[in-house]
């Protein structure tokens, strides 16, 4: 069930409707909180907008990665899958041979 959830980033409250948990949403908003304050701390001439498209680049790019290695993983599985069948039938041929035998 969605629920609105407020939050405050980098000075800027929030509300975001989720239907992740208050905690979750509280956690990214504090990551994302840190990430562009450090970002701003430590790059003099990084305003607020900056900092905060950086960081959405960074995690656009991330979810990214993560998703093309998920697509990589579920096809090893369906590989892996189909070979434990292959196997599997196998195994049954051999074990009804032996009974014929």
């Known amino acids: 069930m969605k629920e609105k959830i407020y939050v405050e980033i980098a000075g800027i409250r929030l509300g975001i409707v989720s239907e992740e948990g208050k905690e979750y949403v509280e956690e990214v908003a504090k990551e994302i ?59 049954e041929e051999l074990r009804s041979k032996l009974r014929n035998v």
Do not use: H, P, W
């Open 33 to 91: 909180d840190e990430r562009i304050k450090s970002m701003i701390k430590n790059q003099r001439n990084c305003s607020l907008v900056e900092a905060a498209l950086f960081c959405a680049m960074d995690c656009y790019s991330t979810g990214e990665g993560d998703a093309k290695r998920v697509k990589n993983l579920e096809a090893q599985i369906a590989l892996y899958q189909a070979n434990v069948n292959r196997l599997k039938r196998e195994n």
